[in-house]
């Protein structure tokens, strides 16, 4: 069987990756706050900051227990670290837009998960 079939799947995948750069300032951009951005505390952020990483890193969690695979399992891994790398630069920029009604927001809702009941 000749190998020429499989240098034509191959090709593009070796183009896609020699020009795509994807280096850290990429992966970590955070988009900047306009001073007409209001901070929205209600909805699913009335609990939770970040409920889309909290969804997105669910989704992976439960891709990784179902694959039980380290070529999906450990990409993944590094995922989920590069989004909780990102929400402390997020935080830090909606800390410097909003000041104190951040901080203030930050204390009655958590980063990821729920806060646990008062008692």
């Known amino acids: ?33 306009r001073d007409d951005h209001r901070l929205v505390t209600e909805g699913p952020y009335r609990r939770v900051r970040h409920p889309m990483y909290t969804a997105l890193i669910g989704n992976m969690t439960g891709l990784c227990l179902l694959s039980a695979n380290l070529l999906i399992v450990v990409p993944r891994l590094v995922q989920i670290f590069l989004l909780l790398l990102r929400t402390r630069k997020e935080e830090s920029m909606m800390l410097s837009r909003f000041g104190e009604e951040y901080r203030s927001y930050m204390g009655r809702s958590g980063r990821l998960f729920p806060p646990p009941p008062a008692r």
Do not use: C, G, K
């Open 1 to 33: 069987m000749s190998a020429a079939p499989f240098r034509s799947v191959a090709r593009p995948r070796a183009q896609f990756t020699e020009n795509t750069d994807v280096s850290s300032d990429y992966i970590l951009a955070v988009e900047a706050v």
